[in-house]
C-alpha cells in the first residue's frame, strides 16, 4: 500500500463540502424563485420560503467563504515563475507529453481558481446581502441586481470546470476532500516543491 501524506486538515474539507453543498442550494433555489419554476416551489414548500432559504444559506457560503482565506489566501497570492509557466503549459492537461514545473501545495490553476472564487463570492455575497436588507434604495438594488447576476453566470461556468477537472480530469485529486490525504507517489509527481518542503 502507497505511503499517505496529509495535505489537506479536516477543517478544510469540512468548510469545503458546507461551500459546496451551500453554493448548490442557492444554484436552486434561486432559478427557483427566480423563474417561478413551480417543480422547485414545492420542494421548499412556497416562494416565500425558498427566497428564505437563499438568503440564509447566502450567509453560510458567505462564512464558508470568509473562513477559507485562512487555508488558501496567502499561498494564492504568491506566483513564481514556474507557476506562470505551468499557466502557460496548460497545467499539462492537454498533453501527457508536456513537463510542467513543480508545484507547490496548490498548483498554479488552484491558486488562479482560488482568486477567482473569493472575488466572485465577495461580490455575489455583498450584492446578495444589499438585494435582502436594502430593498428601498433603487439605485444600490440594479447595481446589486447586475452583480449578483453577473457573479452568479461566471461562478457557474468555474464550479462545474473546477469539478472536472477535481476528478475525470486529474484522477487522485477527489479523495483529497474526502479523506484529506493522497498517496506520496501521487504528491511528488504534481506537488513536488510542497512534498520537499514538508521533508517527506
Not at 17 to 43: D, P, Q, T
Not at 87 to 113: D, H, M
Not at 129 to 154: A, C, E, Q
Amino acid at each position: 500500500m502507497n505511503n499517505m501524506i496529509r495535505k489537506t486538515s479536516p477543517f478544510e474539507i469540512l468548510n469545503h463540502w458546507v461551500m459546496a453543498i451551500s453554493f448548490f442550494i442557492l444554484v436552486i433555489s434561486g432559478f427557483g424563485f427566480l423563474f417561478k419554476i413551480e417543480m422547485m416551489n414545492s420542494i421548499f414548500g412556497s416562494f416565500h420560503q425558498m427566497r428564505v432559504i437563499h438568503n440564509w444559506t447566502g450567509v453560510v457560503f458567505s462564512a464558508s467563504l470568509f473562513f477559507s482565506i485562512f487555508s488558501y489566501l496567502m499561498e494564492s497570492l504568491i506566483f513564481t515563475g514556474e507557476d506562470i509557466i505551468w499557466l502557460l503549459k496548460g497545467g499539462g492537461y492537454f498533453s501527457k507529453r508536456i513537463t510542467v514545473p513543480p508545484q507547490g501545495r496548490l498548483n498554479a490553476g488552484q491558486k488562479g481558481y482560488y482568486l477567482f472564487l473569493l472575488l466572485t463570492g465577495i461580490a455575489i455575497s455583498a450584492s446578495g446581502l444589499i438585494i435582502w436588507l436594502m430593498p428601498g434604495v433603487r439605485k444600490w438594488i440594479l447595481l446589486s441586481h447586475l452583480i449578483h447576476n453577473i457573479s452568479f453566470d461566471l461562478l457557474l461556468i468555474a464550479v462545474p470546470s473546477h469539478i472536472y477537472l477535481a476528478t475525470l480530469a486529474n484522477p487522485g485529486t477527489f479523495r483529497i476532500m474526502v479523506y484529506g490525504t493522497v498517496p506520496l507517489e501521487w504528491a511528488k509527481k504534481r506537488h513536488a516543491k510542497w512534498v520537499q518542503k514538508m521533508g517527506v
